[in-house]
């Protein structure tokens, strides 16, 4: 197997279950602006992607007012901060001793993610993760200019890391953007998991190397 050095891990569906918290807040937040858009559509068109990126996407599908977009994404941010302060978080199965025994064999991780830092700490807080410990490092849709499926994220990270050759890294997260962050970026390996956004049937369209139920399984790829 591929010698990887480096994971790059999506956070909500992938290694953190909040149940898909997320995507329900933004169908509500689209909804309250008079839209009309089922949970299924929000998942199969927003999965992934940065929070605003994905609201005038589906605006766009949905021959809505693309105008609506920032009001949008604020009450979207407000629902969210408050649905995640009464949200029970946990791990997805396996996860918390699948990033240990990464980190014991000195691979680094890196936990990226389309939501803002802020929303992104206030999960880790949560949970408990502690970067050194859990993780390496952080990156979110704040810390670049181009957000998924651009490799922005995946090349910062390597940066930080002094990780020059991208066919020692993985990609692993739950959605068709997260695979397509992952070969644009020319990853050695690109994972997609069943415990989140997208069906085996979607995730099959970005043609990942492996997909698999949870994250933890690809402790025996490696």
Sequence with gaps: MKNIELLVLDMAGTTIDEDNVVYKTLTSAVNDYGYVVSLEKVLSSCAGMEKLEAITSLLKEINGNEEDAHAIFENFSDQLKEAYKNLEIKPINGTEDFLLSMKSQNKKIVLNTGYTSEIAHQLLNKLNWKESIHFDALITADDVSESRPSPEMILL??????????????????SVIDVEEGKNAGCGLTIAVLSGAQSKAELEKASPDYILNTISEAEDLL
């Design 157 to 174: 990270a390597m940066k930080k890391f002094n990780i020059t050759e991208a066919h020692k890294v993985l990609k692993a997260g739950d």
